[in-house]
């Protein structure tokens, strides 16, 4: 059974910074691809970042583009996402997920922005920044 379960959500000032975690089990992780998304409440679920399998190549989202880095570690069947200079429109509950649907590369941008292109979830961690 596939699980994916996120940490390191929270409450900061705007301007603050919170590193995400996402710990995977019952799945080959270095074998899929690995994002983040958020969803905010009354609004979709939304695009944050992916990492491709080997963590080589990475693409985001521009509102996470240049404040936000995702990496991974595959003998640890992790990923993360560090974000810096948080906003208020930030705050939203983010979850991770895995594909092996598409490969991540800088044309897969399409592809990525999809939630059907993912096959597995996290239950999401919350993320308040406040002002």
């Known amino acids: 059974q596939v699980q994916l379960v996120e940490s390191g959500g929270g409450l900061v000032q705007a301007g603050g910074s919170l590193r995400l975690s996402c710990t995977a089990s019952g799945v080959i992780f270095y074998k899929y691809g690995t994002g983040w998304f958020r969803q905010a409440p009354g609004k979709e679920r939304e695009f944050v970042a992916a990492?491709?399998?080997?963590?080589?190549?990475?693409i985001y989202a521009d509102s996470a583009e240049g404040r936000f880095i995702i990496s991974r570690d595959n003998a640890k069947n992790a990923q993360y996402l560090q974000m810096i200079d948080l906003k208020p429109e930030d705050t939203a509950a983010y979850y991770c997920a895995a594909t092996d649907k598409f490969y991540i590369s800088s044309m897969a941008r399409v592809a990525a922005r999809s939630p059907d292109n993912w096959y597995y979830w996290g239950q999401g961690t919350q993320v308040a920044v406040s002002s």
């Open positions: 990492i491709s399998r080997g963590g080589g190549t990475s």
